[in-house]
Protein backbone atom coordinates (compact mmCIF):
# COMPACT_ATOMS: atom_id res chain seq x y z
CA UNK A 1 0.00 0.00 0.00
CA UNK A 2 1.40 3.60 -0.92
CA UNK A 3 2.34 6.18 1.94
CA UNK A 4 -0.08 8.89 2.39
CA UNK A 5 0.49 11.80 4.44
CA UNK A 6 -1.60 15.21 4.53
CA UNK A 7 -0.45 17.96 2.24
CA UNK A 8 1.54 21.20 3.28
CA UNK A 9 -0.05 24.30 3.27
CA UNK A 10 1.82 27.25 1.48
CA UNK A 11 4.43 29.03 3.75
CA UNK A 12 2.46 32.27 5.53
CA UNK A 13 4.69 34.91 4.72
CA UNK A 14 2.48 37.80 6.08
CA UNK A 15 1.27 37.15 9.16
CA UNK A 16 3.83 37.86 12.05
CA UNK A 17 6.24 39.65 10.07
CA UNK A 18 8.54 39.77 13.01
CA UNK A 19 8.87 35.93 12.99
CA UNK A 20 9.50 34.93 9.57
CA UNK A 21 13.17 33.38 9.89
CA UNK A 22 11.77 30.63 13.15
CA UNK A 23 8.23 30.11 10.94
CA UNK A 24 10.29 29.38 7.92
CA UNK A 25 12.49 27.33 9.54
CA UNK A 26 9.78 25.28 11.33
CA UNK A 27 8.14 25.07 8.01
CA UNK A 28 11.10 23.87 6.41
CA UNK A 29 11.68 21.25 8.96
CA UNK A 30 7.59 19.88 7.80
CA UNK A 31 8.03 19.64 4.58
CA UNK A 32 11.35 17.57 4.70
CA UNK A 33 9.08 14.94 7.13
CA UNK A 34 6.86 14.88 4.28
CA UNK A 35 9.36 14.43 1.81
CA UNK A 36 10.92 11.75 3.85
CA UNK A 37 7.60 9.62 4.52
CA UNK A 38 6.41 9.85 1.01
CA UNK A 39 9.98 8.73 0.35
CA UNK A 40 11.02 11.35 -2.65
CA UNK A 41 14.36 11.90 -3.41
CA UNK A 42 16.66 13.51 -6.25
CA UNK A 43 17.42 17.13 -6.37
CA UNK A 44 15.20 18.09 -9.38
CA UNK A 45 11.94 16.65 -7.65
CA UNK A 46 13.11 18.38 -4.13
CA UNK A 47 13.15 21.35 -5.67
CA UNK A 48 10.43 21.49 -7.54
CA UNK A 49 8.12 20.06 -4.83
CA UNK A 50 9.83 22.89 -2.24
CA UNK A 51 9.11 25.93 -4.41
CA UNK A 52 5.61 24.03 -5.69
CA UNK A 53 4.32 23.76 -1.77
CA UNK A 54 6.00 27.03 -0.30
CA UNK A 55 3.29 28.96 -2.55
CA UNK A 56 3.60 31.75 -5.24
CA UNK A 57 5.08 34.03 -3.36
CA UNK A 58 7.71 32.11 -2.37
CA UNK A 59 8.69 31.10 -5.73
CA UNK A 60 8.37 34.64 -6.64
CA UNK A 61 10.74 35.55 -3.93
CA UNK A 62 12.77 32.55 -5.43
CA UNK A 63 13.29 33.92 -8.66
CA UNK A 64 14.49 37.23 -7.65
CA UNK A 65 17.77 34.90 -6.03
CA UNK A 66 20.83 34.09 -7.66
CA UNK A 67 20.17 30.57 -7.91
CA UNK A 68 20.74 28.18 -10.18
CA UNK A 69 20.61 25.03 -11.47
CA UNK A 70 18.54 22.06 -9.55
CA UNK A 71 20.21 21.78 -6.09
CA UNK A 72 17.94 21.61 -3.78
CA UNK A 73 20.26 22.39 -0.86
CA UNK A 74 21.35 25.50 -2.85
CA UNK A 75 17.98 26.54 -3.29
CA UNK A 76 16.87 26.05 0.64
CA UNK A 77 19.93 27.92 1.20
CA UNK A 78 19.44 30.79 -0.71
CA UNK A 79 15.60 31.09 0.44
CA UNK A 80 16.85 30.53 4.06
CA UNK A 81 19.44 32.82 4.10
CA UNK A 82 16.63 35.14 2.75
CA UNK A 83 14.30 34.45 5.73
CA UNK A 84 16.49 34.44 8.52
CA UNK A 85 17.42 37.67 8.82
CA UNK A 86 13.80 38.67 9.34
CA UNK A 87 13.55 37.21 12.21
CA UNK A 88 12.90 40.51 15.01
CA UNK A 89 14.57 39.49 18.37
CA UNK A 90 13.14 42.09 20.33
CA UNK A 91 9.47 40.95 18.97
CA UNK A 92 10.73 36.83 20.32
CA UNK A 93 11.51 38.06 23.53
CA UNK A 94 8.63 40.26 23.83
CA UNK A 95 6.43 36.78 22.77
CA UNK A 96 8.34 34.77 25.21
CA UNK A 97 7.37 37.24 28.19
CA UNK A 98 3.70 37.62 27.53
CA UNK A 99 3.32 33.51 27.23
CA UNK A 100 1.04 32.62 30.25
CA UNK A 101 -0.53 29.56 31.14
CA UNK A 102 -3.60 28.84 28.97
CA UNK A 103 -6.85 27.66 30.72
CA UNK A 104 -7.16 23.92 30.09
CA UNK A 105 -3.13 23.53 29.13
CA UNK A 106 -1.37 21.15 31.11
CA UNK A 107 2.09 22.39 32.89
CA UNK A 108 3.92 20.10 30.33
CA UNK A 109 2.49 21.39 27.17
CA UNK A 110 2.91 25.13 28.71
CA UNK A 111 6.53 24.37 29.47
CA UNK A 112 7.01 22.57 25.98
CA UNK A 113 5.87 26.17 24.55
CA UNK A 114 7.81 28.07 26.76
CA UNK A 115 11.08 25.88 25.24
CA UNK A 116 9.92 26.34 21.56
CA UNK A 117 9.35 30.45 22.33
CA UNK A 118 13.04 30.56 23.86
CA UNK A 119 15.15 28.77 21.26
CA UNK A 120 13.90 32.13 18.91
CA UNK A 121 15.30 34.74 21.68
CA UNK A 122 18.76 34.05 21.04
CA UNK A 123 19.62 34.03 24.43
CA UNK A 124 22.91 32.33 26.56
CA UNK A 125 23.79 30.02 29.34
CA UNK A 126 23.34 32.57 32.52
CA UNK A 127 24.92 29.29 35.14
CA UNK A 128 28.48 30.46 34.69
CA UNK A 129 31.55 28.88 35.98
CA UNK A 130 31.07 31.06 39.45
CA UNK A 131 28.12 30.27 40.06
CA UNK A 132 28.00 26.39 39.79
CA UNK A 133 30.66 26.57 41.96
CA UNK A 134 28.99 28.35 44.62
CA UNK A 135 25.59 26.31 43.91
CA UNK A 136 27.87 23.09 44.73
CA UNK A 137 27.45 21.96 40.85
CA UNK A 138 31.14 21.63 40.30
CA UNK A 139 33.50 19.33 42.33
CA UNK A 140 37.00 18.84 41.26
CA UNK A 141 38.15 15.07 42.07
CA UNK A 142 41.65 13.75 42.13
CA UNK A 143 41.79 10.33 41.23
CA UNK A 144 44.43 7.80 40.25
CA UNK A 145 43.62 5.94 37.29
CA UNK A 146 44.38 2.13 37.32
CA UNK A 147 43.63 -0.33 34.72
CA UNK A 148 40.24 -1.98 33.86
CA UNK A 149 40.25 -5.42 34.91
CA UNK A 150 39.06 -7.55 31.88
CA UNK A 151 36.73 -10.00 32.30
CA UNK A 152 37.10 -13.45 29.77
CA UNK A 153 33.98 -12.54 27.81
CA UNK A 154 35.54 -9.11 26.86
CA UNK A 155 38.95 -11.40 25.67
CA UNK A 156 36.66 -13.91 23.71
CA UNK A 157 35.10 -10.85 22.11
CA UNK A 158 38.51 -9.32 20.99
CA UNK A 159 39.99 -12.77 19.67
CA UNK A 160 36.90 -13.72 17.88
CA UNK A 161 36.02 -11.15 15.86
CA UNK A 162 35.03 -13.44 13.04
CA UNK A 163 32.45 -14.59 15.41
CA UNK A 164 30.50 -10.87 14.62
CA UNK A 165 31.13 -10.45 10.99
CA UNK A 166 28.54 -11.14 8.07
CA UNK A 167 25.70 -13.82 8.56
CA UNK A 168 27.57 -17.11 8.81
CA UNK A 169 25.93 -20.55 7.83
CA UNK A 170 25.99 -24.06 9.48
CA UNK A 171 28.86 -26.21 8.40
CA UNK A 172 27.70 -29.52 7.04
CA UNK A 173 24.27 -29.10 7.47
CA UNK A 174 21.37 -28.81 5.00
CA UNK A 175 17.82 -28.19 5.58
CA UNK A 176 15.82 -30.72 3.08
CA UNK A 177 11.66 -30.05 3.42
CA UNK A 178 9.06 -32.48 3.15
CA UNK A 179 6.80 -31.74 0.67
CA UNK A 180 3.07 -32.80 0.41
CA UNK A 181 2.72 -33.49 -2.79
CA UNK A 182 -1.38 -33.59 -2.37
CA UNK A 183 -1.55 -30.24 -1.63
CA UNK A 184 -1.98 -28.21 -4.95
CA UNK A 185 1.08 -25.44 -5.37
CA UNK A 186 0.11 -21.89 -5.24
CA UNK A 187 1.41 -19.44 -6.96
CA UNK A 188 0.61 -15.57 -6.79
CA UNK A 189 1.03 -12.47 -9.57
CA UNK A 190 3.17 -10.53 -9.99
CA UNK A 191 2.92 -7.28 -7.75
CA UNK A 192 4.92 -4.67 -9.47
CA UNK A 193 7.05 -2.59 -7.30
CA UNK A 194 6.82 1.20 -7.81
CA UNK A 195 9.44 3.05 -9.16
CA UNK A 196 10.75 5.24 -6.56
CA UNK A 197 11.04 1.81 -4.30
CA UNK A 198 12.84 0.18 -7.08
CA UNK A 199 16.33 1.16 -6.21
CA UNK A 200 15.67 -0.22 -2.46
CA UNK A 201 14.40 -3.29 -4.06
CA UNK A 202 17.46 -4.05 -5.98
CA UNK A 203 19.97 -2.88 -3.33
CA UNK A 204 18.23 -5.54 -0.63
CA UNK A 205 17.75 -8.22 -3.19
CA UNK A 206 21.68 -7.96 -4.36
CA UNK A 207 22.54 -7.52 -0.38
CA UNK A 208 20.41 -10.34 -0.18
CA UNK A 209 22.41 -12.70 -3.37
CA UNK A 210 26.01 -11.04 -2.07
CA UNK A 211 25.03 -12.79 1.00
CA UNK A 212 24.46 -16.14 -0.28
CA UNK A 213 20.56 -15.78 0.95
CA UNK A 214 18.84 -16.13 -2.43
CA UNK A 215 19.55 -17.03 -6.01
CA UNK A 216 18.53 -16.54 -9.67
CA UNK A 217 15.87 -18.74 -10.83
CA UNK A 218 3.48 -22.46 0.71
CA UNK A 219 1.32 -24.68 2.57
CA UNK A 220 2.68 -28.20 0.55
CA UNK A 221 5.58 -27.93 3.29
CA UNK A 222 5.13 -30.35 5.81
CA UNK A 223 5.49 -29.32 9.59
CA UNK A 224 8.17 -31.33 11.53
CA UNK A 225 8.17 -32.33 14.48
CA UNK A 226 11.03 -32.00 16.93
CA UNK A 227 11.01 -31.79 20.86
CA UNK A 228 11.07 -27.77 21.18
CA UNK A 229 12.71 -26.90 25.02
CA UNK A 230 9.94 -25.27 27.07
CA UNK A 231 10.43 -22.18 29.73
CA UNK A 232 10.44 -25.05 32.28
CA UNK A 233 12.87 -27.14 30.82
CA UNK A 234 15.34 -23.88 31.38
CA UNK A 235 13.88 -22.77 34.68
CA UNK A 236 15.36 -26.67 36.07
CA UNK A 237 18.23 -26.14 34.11
CA UNK A 238 19.49 -22.67 35.37
CA UNK A 239 18.67 -23.60 38.76
CA UNK A 240 21.62 -22.48 41.44
CA UNK A 241 23.32 -20.27 38.43
CA UNK A 242 24.67 -16.74 39.48
CA UNK A 243 26.48 -15.25 36.27
CA UNK A 244 24.61 -15.34 33.05
CA UNK A 245 25.33 -14.32 29.32
CA UNK A 246 22.92 -14.15 26.26
CA UNK A 247 24.09 -14.09 22.68
CA UNK A 248 21.84 -13.17 19.28
CA UNK A 249 22.16 -15.39 16.50
CA UNK A 250 22.67 -13.18 13.58
CA UNK A 251 20.04 -13.63 11.37
CA UNK A 252 19.31 -16.65 12.73
CA UNK A 253 17.10 -19.03 10.03
CA UNK A 254 19.62 -17.48 7.30
CA UNK A 255 22.23 -19.46 8.77
CA UNK A 256 20.86 -22.87 8.01
CA UNK A 257 21.11 -23.23 4.27
CA UNK A 258 18.36 -24.79 2.40
CA UNK A 259 19.29 -28.65 0.43
CA UNK A 260 18.83 -27.69 -3.32
CA UNK A 261 16.36 -30.24 -3.52
CA UNK A 262 14.22 -27.98 -1.66
CA UNK A 263 14.85 -24.25 -3.12
CA UNK A 264 12.31 -24.19 -5.48
CA UNK A 265 9.38 -24.22 -2.97
CA UNK A 266 10.17 -20.62 -1.88
CA UNK A 267 11.23 -18.94 -5.69
CA UNK A 268 9.51 -15.44 -5.51
CA UNK A 269 8.88 -12.98 -8.51
CA UNK A 270 10.84 -9.52 -8.58
CA UNK A 271 10.75 -6.87 -11.64
CA UNK A 272 14.21 -7.92 -12.21
CA UNK A 273 13.11 -11.57 -12.41
CA UNK A 274 12.85 -15.06 -10.55
CA UNK A 275 14.71 -15.51 -6.82
CA UNK A 276 14.58 -17.93 -4.85
CA UNK A 277 16.00 -18.92 -1.26
CA UNK A 278 18.97 -20.68 -0.85
CA UNK A 279 19.05 -20.37 2.64
CA UNK A 280 15.89 -20.79 5.31
CA UNK A 281 13.74 -18.20 5.80
CA UNK A 282 10.75 -17.03 7.38
CA UNK A 283 7.65 -17.89 6.44
CA UNK A 284 8.15 -22.12 6.22
CA UNK A 285 5.97 -23.67 7.72
CA UNK A 286 8.61 -25.87 9.27
CA UNK A 287 11.19 -23.34 9.82
CA UNK A 288 10.15 -22.84 13.63
CA UNK A 289 11.46 -26.41 14.55
CA UNK A 290 14.10 -27.07 12.25
CA UNK A 291 15.68 -24.09 12.90
CA UNK A 292 15.44 -24.84 16.82
CA UNK A 293 16.17 -28.60 16.15
CA UNK A 294 19.77 -27.81 14.56
CA UNK A 295 20.61 -25.11 16.97
CA UNK A 296 20.01 -27.85 19.78
CA UNK A 297 21.82 -30.38 17.93
CA UNK A 298 24.79 -28.36 17.06
CA UNK A 299 25.36 -27.22 20.55
CA UNK A 300 24.68 -30.52 22.35
CA UNK A 301 27.16 -31.63 24.68
CA UNK A 302 27.82 -28.37 26.15
CA UNK A 303 27.56 -27.75 30.05
CA UNK A 304 25.27 -24.78 30.68
CA UNK A 305 24.41 -23.37 27.32
CA UNK A 306 21.14 -23.31 26.14
CA UNK A 307 18.82 -22.01 23.29
CA UNK A 308 15.58 -21.26 22.32
CA UNK A 309 14.92 -20.05 18.93
CA UNK A 310 17.78 -17.59 18.22
CA UNK A 311 18.84 -16.78 21.88
CA UNK A 312 21.50 -18.82 23.19
CA UNK A 313 22.36 -18.30 27.43
CA UNK A 314 25.27 -19.38 29.11
CA UNK A 315 25.00 -19.99 32.84
CA UNK A 316 27.04 -20.98 35.67
CA UNK A 317 27.24 -21.03 39.58
CA UNK A 318 30.13 -18.63 39.61
CA UNK A 319 31.95 -16.71 37.28
CA UNK A 320 34.62 -19.48 36.70
CA UNK A 321 31.98 -21.76 35.53
CA UNK A 322 30.29 -19.36 33.52
CA UNK A 323 33.94 -18.49 31.74
CA UNK A 324 34.66 -21.93 31.21
CA UNK A 325 31.00 -23.00 29.87
CA UNK A 326 31.31 -19.58 27.41
CA UNK A 327 34.56 -20.55 25.87
CA UNK A 328 33.58 -23.82 24.73
CA UNK A 329 30.79 -22.28 22.93
CA UNK A 330 32.84 -19.95 21.42
CA UNK A 331 35.21 -22.29 20.57
CA UNK A 332 32.08 -24.06 18.98
CA UNK A 333 30.08 -21.32 17.28
CA UNK A 334 33.59 -21.35 15.16
CA UNK A 335 34.05 -24.74 14.17
CA UNK A 336 30.19 -24.75 12.79
CA UNK A 337 30.68 -21.36 11.03
CA UNK A 338 27.56 -19.62 13.16
CA UNK A 339 27.71 -16.11 13.93
CA UNK A 340 26.55 -13.66 16.43
CA UNK A 341 25.13 -10.15 16.84
CA UNK A 342 27.05 -7.94 18.84
CA UNK A 343 24.77 -5.37 19.24
CA UNK A 344 22.07 -7.63 21.36
CA UNK A 345 25.00 -9.76 23.31
CA UNK A 346 24.92 -9.10 26.92
CA UNK A 347 27.57 -11.05 29.15
CA UNK A 348 28.22 -11.46 33.28
CA UNK A 349 24.88 -10.72 34.38
CA UNK A 350 23.64 -11.30 37.62
CA UNK A 351 20.54 -10.66 36.73
CA UNK A 352 19.33 -11.84 33.04
CA UNK A 353 15.95 -11.27 31.32
CA UNK A 354 14.77 -14.07 29.24
CA UNK A 355 11.63 -15.15 27.43
CA UNK A 356 9.52 -12.92 30.09
CA UNK A 357 11.31 -14.02 33.22
CA UNK A 358 14.24 -12.38 35.50
CA UNK A 359 16.92 -15.38 36.05
CA UNK A 360 19.30 -14.33 39.17
CA UNK A 361 20.71 -16.20 42.20
CA UNK A 362 17.72 -15.73 43.86
CA UNK A 363 15.93 -17.89 41.32
CA UNK A 364 13.32 -17.26 38.51
CA UNK A 365 10.10 -13.90 39.06
CA UNK A 366 8.09 -12.32 36.43
CA UNK A 367 9.16 -9.71 34.59
CA UNK A 368 8.04 -6.45 36.00
CA UNK A 369 7.23 -4.74 32.60
CA UNK A 370 4.81 -7.77 31.99
CA UNK A 371 3.14 -7.71 36.03
CA UNK A 372 2.62 -3.98 34.98
CA UNK A 373 0.82 -4.81 31.74
CA UNK A 374 -1.42 -7.00 33.56
CA UNK A 375 -2.45 -4.95 36.40
CA UNK A 376 -3.17 -1.54 33.46
CA UNK A 377 -5.38 -3.63 31.47
CA UNK A 378 -8.29 -2.29 31.03
CA UNK A 379 -11.40 -3.96 32.41
CA UNK A 380 -12.96 -6.99 29.67
CA UNK A 381 -15.99 -5.96 28.25
CA UNK A 382 -16.78 -9.24 26.15
CA UNK A 383 -15.76 -13.30 26.50
CA UNK A 384 -12.81 -12.64 24.13
CA UNK A 385 -11.77 -9.67 26.50
CA UNK A 386 -11.75 -12.18 29.34
CA UNK A 387 -10.12 -14.54 27.51
CA UNK A 388 -6.91 -12.30 26.20
CA UNK A 389 -6.55 -11.29 30.29
CA UNK A 390 -6.46 -14.69 31.55
CA UNK A 391 -3.71 -15.81 28.98
CA UNK A 392 -1.48 -13.06 30.26
CA UNK A 393 -2.16 -13.77 33.75
CA UNK A 394 -1.66 -17.19 32.75
CA UNK A 395 2.25 -16.01 32.41
CA UNK A 396 2.47 -15.61 36.30
CA UNK A 397 0.47 -18.00 37.16
CA UNK A 398 3.67 -20.33 38.76
CA UNK A 399 4.47 -17.29 41.57
CA UNK A 400 0.13 -16.93 42.15
CA UNK A 401 -0.39 -19.36 44.96
CA UNK A 402 -3.66 -21.02 44.06
CA UNK A 403 -4.06 -19.52 40.63
CA UNK A 404 -6.71 -21.84 39.43
CA UNK A 405 -9.35 -21.10 42.14
CA UNK A 406 -8.72 -17.41 42.07
CA UNK A 407 -8.90 -17.49 38.07
CA UNK A 408 -12.01 -19.96 38.33
CA UNK A 409 -14.91 -16.96 38.14
CA UNK A 410 -13.48 -15.58 35.32
CA UNK A 411 -13.09 -18.55 33.08
CA UNK A 412 -16.52 -19.30 33.96
CA UNK A 413 -17.59 -16.05 31.97
CA UNK A 414 -15.83 -17.54 28.90
CA UNK A 415 -18.29 -20.57 28.61
CA UNK A 416 -20.96 -20.33 26.37
CA UNK A 417 -23.88 -21.63 28.87
CA UNK A 418 -22.81 -19.14 31.34
CA UNK A 419 -24.43 -15.14 30.83
CA UNK A 420 -22.22 -12.24 30.41
CA UNK A 421 -22.28 -10.15 33.52
CA UNK A 422 -19.63 -8.38 34.40
CA UNK A 423 -20.76 -6.40 37.64
CA UNK A 424 -18.65 -5.72 41.09
CA UNK A 425 -17.77 -8.99 41.79
CA UNK A 426 -16.43 -9.86 38.89
CA UNK A 427 -14.56 -7.01 38.87
CA UNK A 428 -13.15 -7.91 42.36
CA UNK A 429 -11.52 -11.40 41.10
CA UNK A 430 -10.03 -9.41 38.27
CA UNK A 431 -7.85 -7.06 40.48
CA UNK A 432 -7.20 -10.12 42.81
Known sequence: MAAHASPLPPFDLESEPG????????WLQRFENYTTAMNITGDARLKALLLHVAGEKVHDIYDTLSAEGDKYADTKQKLSAYFTPKKNVQYQVYLFRKAVQEPGENLDTYHTRLRILAKNCDGFNILSYETSKDLGLIHIVTAVSGQK????????????????????????FQVKLHINTDIKPTCQPHRRVPFHLRQKVEDELRKLQADDIIEEANTAIERERHITPTIDDVIHELNGSTVFSKLDLRAGYHQLELHPDSRYITTFTTHLGLRRYKRLSFGISSAVEVFQNAIHQTLHGLKGVKNLSDDIIVYGTNQTEHDNNLRALFKRL?????????????????????FGFIFSAGGVSADPKKVAAIQQAPNPKTPADIKSLLGMANYCSRFIKDFSSISEPLRKLTRQDTPWLWDLNSRRHCRH
Not at 20 to 26: A, L
Not at 149 to 172: N, Q, T, Y
Open 149 to 172: HRSVADDLVESHPELFKGIGKLKD
Open 334 to 354: KETGLTLNREKCEFNKTKLEF
Open 19 to 26: SVGPRWTK
